[in-house]
């Protein structure tokens, strides 16, 4: 090892880049114990990281592809997923999960097939992307937070629930001038988002005898702070959530006329922005399109997944998870192919156990390699092995299928 390696001058296992959470910290890390010991997360207690990571033991996986509830080796089980894609009239790719160059080649067998792609939090993803398409909006970097917000206002509530580190990477409780507050309800959220927006914009007295004195109190506080931060989960937004993000947005805007703000959302796991990003570069649309008769589509409303799955307007889902065996594939009776965690087995009866291909793929971040793009937008980090599982990675998997669906494609055509 060279005396410039920075790994040599650190006791410990090297910072590793977590891909569990979209905040994606990367100063902790990873004690791999002997094979069939469970990997242990170091320098956090991270719960979410912790139970994560407890699904790995550092050991090659036994799990091979099946078909149909049947094992066989890879190029059986890639065969018969052409197949059942080859067959298909409008195929539905559901979950996702994996990273940029996994995205990037989905992105390319989407377009072969001519399916329509979501994510397993396309419901949640949706309500900031359409609020971005109508109206824009000013967003932040979990950096610029940490080092010039003055205010910070959860506006979903305490966002450590599902983001434990959240306050730790703000830097809250590292600097005096740093104040942290969540938003006050007045009734529902949208009557709240609503109201506050009011006050901010000077549209409302405070003293109004309808105002909370809490949520008075808070406009007061972000019109004289010199810069806020508005964060909030699209998760945990209710139906119509765009309508609560463009209001947020409105509060940004109007503090930008005088001070300055802006909004922090927290989202897009398990891959769901990083293929967002991809699909958006490679194609200029986002996810909820397909490349079908009439050229690129996007219609956020009528390609939900959910939607789609309910209506029976798909005749078979492919399905990727890589992360974990959570969130597992809907128990749709039609033709299945699912790309997960060796952890996930794909249930079911009837038709749908004999028509259904899972392939064990490898963990971008534990048993490959990868990169993902963070919670704020604006940061690729890379992601690096832990140990060899000896599994293929969804990239490899998904290119050796399109390879497969062409082949099919040119068989019939002669």
Not at 79 to 91: D, F, G, I, N, R
Not at 119 to 131: K, N
Not at 396 to 402: E, K, P, S, Y
Request: charged share 20%.
């Amino acid at each position: 090892m060279s005396e410039l390696d920075p790994a040599a001058a650190q006791p410990g296992p090297p910072p590793w880049t977590c891909p569990f959470c979209p905040l994606l910290c990367d100063t902790f890390g990873v004690d791999v114990g002997p094979p069939g010991t469970p990997l242990k997360l170091v320098g956090s207690d991270c719960p979410r990281a912790n139970t994560a990571l407890a699904e790995f033991d550092g050991a090659p996986v036994a799990s091979q592809p099946q078909v149909d509830g049947s094992d066989c080796d890879l190029d059986t089980a890639i065969a018969a997923a052409a197949s059942l894609l080859s067959a298909s009239h409008q195929p539905l790719f559901g979950g996702i999960g994996t990273d940029v160059a996994g995205a990037r080649a989905l992105y390319a067998l989407a377009c072969e097939t001519g399916a329509i792609c979501d994510a397993a939090q396309g419901q949640a993803m949706m309500h900031g992307l359409r609020a971005l398409q109508d109206r824009g909006g000013f967003t932040t970097t979990l950096a610029e937070a940490r080092t010039r917000a003055e205010l910070t206002v959860c506006m979903t509530g305490d966002p450590t629930a599902r983001y434990p580190e959240f306050f730790r990477r703000c830097g809250v409780g590292e600097r005096d001038d740093v104040q942290t507050e969540m938003l006050p309800m007045a009734g529902d959220m949208f009557d709240t988002v609503g109201l506050l927006a009011a006050l901010v914009a000077d549209r409302i007295p405070v003293d109004h005898a309808r105002v909370p004195s809490e949520l008075a109190a808070l406009s007061v506080r972000l019109r004289a702070a010199r810069y806020s931060v508005l964060v909030y989960e699209p998760g945990r937004l209710p139906a119509q959530g765009a309508l609560i993000v463009e209001a947020i947005q409105r509060i940004v805007a109007t503090l930008n006329r005088s001070t300055r703000a802006a909004s922090l959302s927290l989202g897009g796991g398990d891959g769901a922005a990083t293929a967002n990003q991809v699909f958006t570069w490679l194609s200029g649309l986002p996810l909820r399109s397909r490349a079908g008769p009439l050229g690129l589509e996007h219609e956020p409303l009528c390609f939900d997944a959910g939607r789609l799955l309910a209506d029976d307007a798909i005749d078979a889902l492919l399905w990727v998870s890589s992360y974990g065996p959570e969130p597992a594939p809907p128990l749709a009776d039609m033709p299945r192919i699912v790309l997960g965690h060796p952890g996930m087995r794909p249930q079911g009866g009837g038709t749908i156990a004999r028509k259904q291909v899972f392939v064990p793929v490898s963990t971008p971040g534990i048993g490959c390699s990868g990169h993902l793009f963070r919670t704020d937008g604006s940061v690729l980090l890379p992601l690096r092995p832990l140990y060899e599982d000896g599994l293929p990675s969804v990239d490899d998997v998904v290119r050796r299928l399109t390879q497969a669906v062409k082949a099919l494609k040119r068989e019939r055509a002669q």
